[in-house]
């Protein structure tokens, strides 16, 4: 089993790592020894991560992760090679001070539906801190049609934004749900530091646009039949 540090970035609202062994600034500062260990069967092992960044080094956040590897070559027994590895997330912030703020704020929220009717509901955040943020979070729906409430729901995956960033989160709602209007009540983490935002929201979409012209549809099949049948009885009138 290998274990190295690898590259990593944020990007598209997401952290994401590097295919294999790739390398940036923060890896080659990094040494993890050892680096390789040989486990058996439901063993454990412990291995120490060193990071030496030099004085040099420019201000602001560096990410990478620290992977522990093990792989299998194809041979004559087997023609597939497979590769297993599980890691953690290393987020090096350089800079004076001590730790820098984290924070983030829920400007925007709006419910919807997408072609099939399935509801869900988005919101805009922002993140206003000096460190990168992994938002998770619940939504709770309250006086609803008739007093009704509904939830919590989760979101369909967590986010991660880098300082100053703006970014989207969803969370699928039940399609059973009427449209509203609904107080929505969002509920979002990023380590210790939580933030809640309360809106009304209405679950429209696409469903309620096809339902909009199919009642439009049918109020003027009904106007002109009630033209038709007025221009009969002035017929039989006359």
Known sequence: MGLYAAAASIENNGFTFASKRTANELTRW???????ANLKPHS??????TINVPRTA?????????WAESAAAADATHNIASITRVGVRIYLD?????EPLSDFTIEKMNGTR??????????????LGRRSVDLNGTLDLHHGPGGISAGP???????????????TITVPLDPGLPDGPWKATLKLRSG???????ATVTLTGE????????YAGAAALATAALALAAVRRHRRSR
Not at 94 to 98: D, F, S, Y
């Open 207 to 214: 469903k309620t646009t096809s339902h909009t012209l199919l």
């Open 114 to 127: 997408d072609k099939q009717g399935r509801p869900s509901a988005t919101a805009t955040v922002h993140n």
């Open 30 to 36: 990094t040494r993890v020894e050892p680096p390789t």
């Open 58 to 66: 420019q201000a602001g956040e560096r990410y990478a992760v620290a």
């Open 94 to 98: 350089i800079g004076p001070g001590g």
């Open 192 to 198: 210790t530091v939580e933030r809640t935002r309360t």
């Open 153 to 167: 729901f989760h979101m369909a995956s967590g986010i991660t934004l880098a300082p100053h960033e703006t970014g």
């Open 44 to 49: 454990t092992a412990k291995a120490e991560i």
